[in-house]
């Protein structure tokens, strides 16, 4: 959610924000409302202290005995006039809300200017193009060759974009979560979470993702929908609450599945494992104080990247320009994983900087002093498991077929050098 007062004082510079994120121009409207509003709430107060005035004197007419009818009238009156101005409020306070929870976040401007994802700019790379003697297949083609990925059972359970993984395979794919769930604890000083898969739609509005995104989720009924990522609850965590600074920063990991409809996916990677209505993630969520949520923007891609580099997998790092940012974020690192199978970069990671943005619809702040502030949120895939599994198989083929386990993960399956 943006500030209001921000839009009161730099109205043009908004709207200058707001076409760079693809919007037009909506401050006009936004003030208007917000003006009818004030002007409401000031006129409210007035007839509020009107009201108590008289109340006060009828109150002392009538304990001397005197006629307090006409008063009493016109308390009833302002009475009428407040239940309209207070309708009033609520209507225009709706509208003005609607139109906020509908705006993205203002980009840093340290952000490149773009439109989409042709206009996103290299950040770094790491690692070099692995080299083969035969033609690399793709993920599912090493997956059903092997006889453990199979797409058609998942359908017939649950139709598309669904794929059942059997024995060595889930065994590589919880190897993978458990590799990172290590390392994000261990090393880098994230603290483990369960969180619950099912949330309220107000956690999905605090962050971010109700009300414009509905169609992209999975609703379960009774004010219940399914995460579409671990961010959600790992964020909402401490909503309406004020931290004491001592708890900051905040820094907490979550291994889960992740639901999504793809409702803008249709006839885009139909094939394999890339685009699932179902798949699982680590996630990393940071909350700190406003200053420092550039440098933790830096950290958490750091230890996002460790892990690739730990399993010896080329990526490269990109600055995302305006047009192709999520809509929380004021700054994203996507690390995009080189699959040879496919000759091509894939996104595995999206690390992001999300400002107080979310902290405001949330309602999180710590305690300063004398002051209440609104921590800064950041979020990041540490990493999209599924995604990762596609990488191993991809850059660890053998010409016959097999796959060999990336060294740090050969403790999971009692140190064998390959798959099968």
Same mark, same amino acid.
């Given at each position: 959610m943006?500030?209001?007062?921000?839009?009161?004082?730099?109205?043009?510079?908004?709207?200058?924000?707001?076409?760079?994120?693809?919007?037009?121009?909506?401050?006009n409207k936004i003030?208007?409302?917000?003006?009818?509003?004030?002007?409401?709430?000031?006129?409210?107060q007035n007839l509020l202290a009107e009201r108590n005035s008289f109340s006060k004197n009828i109150g002392k007419l009538k304990s001397e005995n005197k006629d307090a009818s006409s008063e009493m009238s016109k308390v009833d009156e302002i009475k009428n006039k407040i239940n309209n101005l207070k309708e009033l409020e609520t209507i225009k306070d709706e509208e003005l809300k609607t139109i906020l929870s509908r705006l993205p976040n203002i980009a840093d401007k340290t952000v490149p200017l773009g439109s989409n994802e042709e206009d996103n700019t290299k950040y770094r790379e790491w690692g070099e193009k692995p080299g083969f003697e035969f033609k690399p297949k793709t993920h599912f083609e090493l997956g059903e060759d092997l006889g453990l990925?199979?797409?058609?059972?998942?359908?017939?359970?649950?139709?598309? *974009?669904?794929? &059942?993984?059997?024995? /060595?395979?889930? @065994?590589?794919e919880r190897a993978i979560a458990n590799y990172m769930l290590d390392k994000h604890t261990n090393d880098n000083g994230y603290i483990e979470m369960h969180v619950p898969y099912l949330v309220k739609a107000d956690t999905l509005y605090g962050t971010g993702q109700l009300p414009k995104f509905a169609e992209d989720l999975f609703t379960a009924g009774d004010d219940?929908?399914?995460?579409?990522?671990?961010?959600?609850?790992?964020?909402?965590?401490?909503?309406?609450e004020i931290l004491n600074i001592n708890q900051l920063p905040m820094r907490v990991t979550s291994y889960t599945p992740c639901f999504r409809s793809e409702a803008?996916?249709?006839?885009?990677?139909? *094939?394999?494992? &890339?685009?699932?209505? /179902?798949?699982? @993630?680590?996630?990393?969520?940071?909350?700190?104080?406003?200053?420092?949520?550039?440098?933790?923007?830096?950290?958490?891609?750091?230890c996002a990247e460790g892990i690739l580099q730990d399993l010896h997998l080329h990526y490269r790092v990109m600055t995302l320009c305006t047009g192709d940012m999520g809509f929380n974020a004021n700054k994203t690192y996507d690390i995009e994983v080189w699959l040879p199978g496919e000759d091509k970069y894939?996104?595995?990671?999206?690390?992001?900087?999300?400002?107080?943005?979310?902290?405001?619809?949330?309602?999180?702040?710590?305690?300063?002093?004398?002051?209440?502030?609104?921590?800064?949120?950041?979020?990041?895939?540490?990493?999209?498991?599924?995604?990762?599994?596609?990488?191993?198989?991809?850059?660890?083929?053998m010409k016959d077929g097999n796959i060999k386990i990336p060294e740090v993960l050969k403790k999971y399956f009692n140190n064998s050098d390959t798959l099968i």
């Open positions: 943006h500030n209001i007062n921000f839009i009161r004082e730099n109205p043009t510079e908004f709207d200058n924000y707001m076409k760079q994120r693809g919007e037009h121009p909506i401050s003030l208007e409302l917000d003006k009818v509003k004030r002007e409401t709430q000031t006129v409210l990925m199979n797409f058609e059972t998942a359908s017939k359970l649950s139709g598309s *974009r669904f794929v &059942l993984l059997k024995n /060595q395979l889930s @065994k590589l219940h929908w399914l995460i579409p990522t671990a961010e959600i609850p790992l964020t909402a965590l401490h909503s309406n803008g996916a249709a006839g885009k990677d139909t *094939r394999g494992m &890339l685009r699932q209505h /179902q798949f699982t @993630k680590v996630e990393l969520v940071s909350l700190v104080e406003p200053e420092h949520s550039k440098d933790e923007l830096e950290r958490m891609l750091s894939r996104e595995i990671s999206s690390c992001s900087n999300c400002g107080d943005f979310q902290a405001r619809r949330m309602n999180t702040r710590y305690k300063l002093e004398n002051k209440n502030i609104f921590v800064h949120t950041l979020n990041g895939s540490g990493l999209a498991v599924g995604r990762t599994l596609i990488a191993i198989l991809e850059n660890y083929q």
